[in-house]
């Protein structure tokens, strides 16, 4: 790793009459730069001292963002201050997934998932709490908590959220997708992943409660062609042969034929799934990526061929499947990789067997970087020019993003012409461009 006290010390010493929050920005830049061209940021340095700071933080910016500086008329940078501790990195060590305490809320006592945990973990500390909340409330909550979280589960009764409309993001076109929270937290280390900033529970959350969703339901008033998925704030299937959630869903939903269900996943872990009754409005979906990028990024997540295969299984059930392209992270060289692999999934799945593909570039929350950068500070994904987007989200420059998106277009209408494909959480201009691709918002 970068040695940032030195970058700290040397800007202190070259530039004292420059204030805090100039000084802080120098350092991120410096930071940046170097991690990115691999270079000592000494040989950065050595021109600036005596120069002013509009000039330095110019030439600085003109570094990391020489493409954004040319192509973006206005452009927002995000530099925040540099603060990477040691103790907050992730050691990716071989995956193994065995809580060490099981707490579980005081009304689930009689459920049937704390009895399947019971008996799937036997050696596992259970322990009563009131509720999460006052959990959570009595205990504090760090980044070496969520480096942990493997190590603790939580069995909760959800009662008010089983069923939202996806947030999407401002002034994006939303695709109408509705999330069913059967549980918050996923075991898996994607590096990009959102849940890292969007939680405060040092464990993995499990609602036990389906059977009173599946009551809500009934009486829910309901636009029809509705799509419903269980993998927005975890993996729908990376404990599926215990929580045993799929079939009792699959069996609910088969009576809805006018509602899609949508189970998505990084995992291979489809066979308890399988023992239930094919359904044509159930979708099993994979996110996919390049294997450079699954190896890189998405630590413990089953690899590409292990995600297409357990694709064509569910296909030879009888179910429908989706793959969502998301995030598409972009380096030099993506579209090889990109299109290998759409060609790679149309040899083994055909078109007609897929009921939708979504594509959308990486973005986050700012507040992510710096949690990005504590917990991966080796990531090759930050070193890319990602700045303030349209919605405050982190994203590449727009005409990098529309030029993604193009490529993948003409990859996949050459193999699937009539496939409906969607833009996730992007902004109407981009759609509207691409309109000749027949991407659409509309429901199957
Ligand atoms: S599989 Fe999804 S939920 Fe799990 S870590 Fe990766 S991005 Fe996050």
Redesign the pocket.
């Known amino acids: 790793m970068l040695d940032i006290f030195s970058i700290q010390r040397t800007v202190e010493k070259n530039f004292p009459y420059f204030g805090i929050n100039k000084k802080n920005e120098i350092i991120r830049l410096l930071y940046e730069i170097s991690k990115k061209e691999k270079i000592n940021f000494l040989k950065i340095t050595r021109d600036l001292k005596g120069r002013d700071f509009s000039f330095i933080k110019k030439i600085l910016l003109e570094r990391r963002y020489p493409y954004t500086l040319l192509k973006e008329k206005e452009p927002r940078f995000y530099l925040p201050i540099l603060d990477i501790q040691p103790e907050n990195k992730l050691r990716i060590k071989k995956f193994k997934l065995y809580p060490k305490k099981i707490y579980f809320e005081k009304e689930t006592e009689d459920l049937s998932l704390l009895k399947r945990f019971k008996r799937f973990f036997p050696r596992a500390e259970f322990i009563q709490i009131e509720t999460l909340k006052d959990y959570l409330k009595a205990h504090g909550y760090t980044l070496k908590d969520y480096n942990l979280r493997k190590e603790s589960f939580f069995i909760v009764k959800e009662k008010y959220d089983f069923l939202k409309n996806c947030p999407c993001t401002k002034d994006a076109l939303n695709c109408g997708y509705s999330i069913l929270n059967l549980g918050f937290g996923?075991p898996?280390?994607?590096i990009?992943?959102y849940?890292q900033e969007y939680t405060d529970s040092a464990g993995i959350i499990f609602s036990g409660n389906l059977e009173d969703f599946f009551r809500y339901f009934k009486k829910f008033k309901r636009s029809s062609k509705l799509r419903i998925g269980s993998g927005e704030f975890?993996?729908s299937l990376f404990l599926d042969d215990i929580t045993q959630y799929s079939v009792e869903l699959i069996n609910f939903f088969r009576d809805y034929p006018d509602i899609y269900f949508e189970f998505k996943t990084?995992s291979k872990n489809i066979d308890f799934l399988l023992n239930a009754k094919s359904s044509k409005n159930i979708v099993i979906s994979w996110?996919l990526n390049p294997q450079k990028i699954i190896k890189e990024c998405?630590f413990y997540?089953a690899d590409l061929k292990e995600r297409i295969v357990s694709a064509v299984k569910c296909i030879e059930a009888g179910f429908k499947v989706g793959f969502h392209f998301d995030p598409i992270i972009y380096y030099e060289g993506w579209q090889y990789d990109y299109k290998e692999l759409l060609n790679y999934l149309f040899d083994k799945i055909k078109e007609d067997s897929i009921l939708w593909i979504s594509l959308g570039t990486l973005r986050f929350n700012p507040r992510l970087k710096k949690i990005i950068e504590n917990r991966f500070p080796e990531n090759k994904i930050l070193d890319e020019e990602l700045i303030l987007g349209f919605d405050g989200k982190l994203r590449y420059p727009k005409e990098i993003r529309f030029n993604i998106y193009k490529k993948m277009l003409e990859f996949i209408r050459k193999r699937a012409k009539h496939l409906w494909v969607y833009l996730c959480m992007e902004e109407r201009v981009i759609w509207q461009a691409l309109k000749e691709f027949g991407i659409s918002m509309k429901n199957v």
């Open positions: 996923c898996y280390e994607c990009y992943c849940l975890t993996d990084k996110s998405e997540t």
